[in-house]
């Protein structure tokens, strides 16, 4: 009987060691469908929960084992089943957060088409359904032959399907988005160019500005091809004999593209440094947020919300179908454009689609959440939330950012 409750013993704690948590470095996330993001943040947080959870059962487990080494507790036969469903189960419940996290990434992550997040949702449901109809097998099992049994299965699964399929889609979620920065910076390079353009017109010395730029553009097209090769890796782990191998010629692809990028991206505050000395106003484009504080005039299109937390002595002109919720004395008046314009108030609150508000005065503290465009010129700073973080400075003098969402 010692036997069978040892062999239960060492096949949890085998299972255990397969059971590391499918990781993978992913950015942040930006701007998305709030809905999909709390869904996120819910899933992220089961997850980690589990692995909690699951860590304290290991270790109890590993106590159990120590006891039973010690004592050759032959009658302790109920006492080391009892331990392993429970470690067995919790390790099921931990493979099946993992992949409801992968879950939620796919869906939250824009880089993707609908067809490819629907393909991955869909295998990942499958191998969820598979391990939570293994929960019940696990409760009814009463014999540890029959446990030890289950557990080998579970590990089978898990090793050779379950966490491949799940490296090779996280793979793939990595990889897509960066290509979908490499194809954004690729519109960056196409708006700096014709602004580098604009300033030879004007006479300006830009050998420096184009050598910069021939960098940016270059790092660029490496990134996106190593992003490349990195996803092709990751699409043919399902199919290999060595995906472990494949993950990691992947993974390597991918720390290629990330390093080009930052090189690439480092050309561009280089570049932006150097052009805000053309008196030129700081111009924004994007998907997510944008804030800022200052004096002087601000131009926003957007299809979205803007909030007006506090202007002094200034005016708001706004499309007329815009809905506006203005806040403090002042005066509303209708323009012979019939757009609308608000003076003297404390705060405002504006909502349309494809509206514009242009806002003049000092202490202007503003947010513009959706799809926009802005022009800020005067005094003051700026932060861009899309899928990557812009932050600067608008002045009297001028600066130049392009941040573009999706």
């Given at each position: 009987?010692?036997?069978?409750?040892?062999?239960?013993?060492?096949?949890?704690?085998?299972?255990?060691?397969?059971?590391?948590?499918?990781?993978?470095?992913?950015?942040?996330?930006?701007?998305?469908?709030?809905?999909?993001?709390?869904?996120?943040?819910?899933?992220?947080?089961?997850?980690?929960?589990?692995?909690?959870?699951?860590?304290?059962?290991?270790?109890?487990?590993?106590?159990?084992?120590?006891?039973?080494?010690?004592?050759?507790?032959?009658?302790?036969?109920?006492?080391?089943?009892?331990?392993?469903?429970?470690?067995?189960?919790?390790?099921?419940?931990?493979?099946?957060?993992?992949?409801?996290?992968?879950?939620?990434?796919?869906?939250?992550?824009?880089?993707?088409?609908?067809?490819?997040?629907?393909?991955?949702?869909?295998?990942?449901?499958?191998?969820?359904?598979?391990?939570?109809?293994?929960?019940?097998?696990?409760?009814?099992?009463?014999?540890?032959?029959?446990?030890?049994?289950?557990?080998?299965?579970?590990?089978?699964?898990?090793?050779?399907?379950?966490?491949?399929?799940?490296?090779?889609?996280?793979?793939?979620?990595?990889?897509?988005?960066?290509?979908?920065?490499?194809?954004?910076?690729?519109?960056?390079?196409?708006?700096?160019?014709?602004?580098?353009?604009?300033?030879?017109?004007?006479?300006?010395?830009?050998?420096?500005?184009?050598?910069?730029?021939?960098?940016?553009?270059?790092?660029?097209?490496?990134?996106?091809?190593?992003?490349?090769?990195?996803?092709?890796?990751?699409?043919?782990?399902?199919?290999?004999?060595?995906?472990?191998?494949?993950?990691?010629?992947?993974?390597?692809?991918?720390?290629?593209?990330?390093?080009?990028?930052?090189?690439?991206?480092?050309?561009?505050?280089?570049?932006?440094?150097?052009?805000?000395?053309?008196?030129?106003?700081?111009?924004?484009?994007?998907?997510?947020?944008?804030?800022?504080?200052?004096?002087?005039?601000?131009?926003?299109?957007?299809?979205?919300?803007?909030?007006?937390?506090?202007?002094?002595?200034?005016?708001?002109?706004?499309?007329?179908?815009?809905?506006?919720?203005?806040?403090?004395?002042?005066?509303?008046?209708?323009l012979p454009d019939n757009r609308v314009q608000y003076e003297g108030f404390g705060s405002a609150i504006v909502v349309g689609t494809n509206i514009t508000v242009e806002i003049q005065?000092?202490?202007?503290?503003?947010?513009?959440?959706?799809?926009?465009?802005?022009?800020?010129?005067?005094?003051?700073?700026?932060?861009?939330?899309?899928?990557?973080?812009?932050?600067?400075?608008?002045?009297?003098?001028?600066?130049?950012?392009?941040?573009?969402?999706?």
């Amino acid at each position: 009987m010692s036997v069978k409750i040892g062999a239960l013993l060492v096949m949890a704690l085998v299972l255990t060691s397969t059971m590391g948590t499918v990781g993978f470095a992913s950015a942040e996330l930006q701007g998305k469908n709030q809905e999909l993001i709390e869904k996120y943040k819910n899933a992220k947080q089961l997850y980690q929960n589990a692995i909690t959870t699951y860590q304290q059962v290991k270790y109890d487990f590993g106590v159990a084992l120590k006891v039973w080494k010690a004592t050759l507790a032959e009658n302790d036969l109920e006492t080391a089943l009892n331990l392993g469903k429970l470690l067995l189960g919790k390790a099921d419940n931990l493979m099946i957060r993992c992949l409801e996290f992968v879950e939620a990434r796919v869906e939250i992550t824009a880089a993707l088409t609908e067809n490819e997040k629907s393909e991955m949702l869909s295998e990942l449901d499958a191998h969820i359904s598979w391990l939570q109809a293994k929960q019940p097998e696990i409760e009814a099992v009463d014999d540890v032959d029959g446990l030890i049994s289950l557990g080998r299965e579970i590990q089978a699964q898990w090793r050779d399907n379950i966490r491949v399929d799940a490296k090779s889609i996280l793979g793939e979620v990595v990889s897509a988005a960066l290509e979908l920065v490499s194809t954004r910076a690729e519109t960056i390079a196409g708006t700096i160019e014709a602004k580098i353009e604009n300033l030879e017109n004007q006479g300006m010395d830009t050998t420096h500005l184009r050598e910069l730029f021939d960098d940016y553009d270059s790092k660029i097209s490496s990134a996106k091809e190593k992003s490349e090769q990195a996803r092709e890796k990751f699409s043919q782990m399902g199919t290999s004999e060595n995906p472990d191998e494949l993950f990691s010629e992947g993974v390597a692809l991918v720390k290629d593209s990330i390093w080009y990028l930052r090189i690439a991206y480092t050309r561009l505050r280089e570049m932006v440094a150097e052009v805000r000395s053309s008196g030129n106003e700081v111009e924004l484009t994007g998907t997510g947020a944008l804030i800022a504080n200052g004096t002087g005039h601000a131009d926003i299109t957007v299809t979205g919300t803007v909030e007006v937390r506090a202007i002094i002595g200034g005016t708001m002109i706004v499309s007329s179908d815009a809905v506006v919720k203005a806040v403090g004395q002042g005066t509303k008046t209708t323009l012979p454009d019939n757009r609308v314009q608000y003076e003297g108030f404390g705060s405002a609150i504006v909502v349309g689609t494809n509206i514009t508000v242009e806002i003049q005065g000092s202490g202007i503290d503003l947010m513009v959440a959706g799809e926009w465009t802005a022009t800020l010129s005067g005094v003051g700073s700026y932060r861009v939330y899309t899928d990557e973080c812009t932050e600067g400075e608008w002045t009297e003098e001028g600066a130049f950012v392009v941040s573009v969402g999706e």
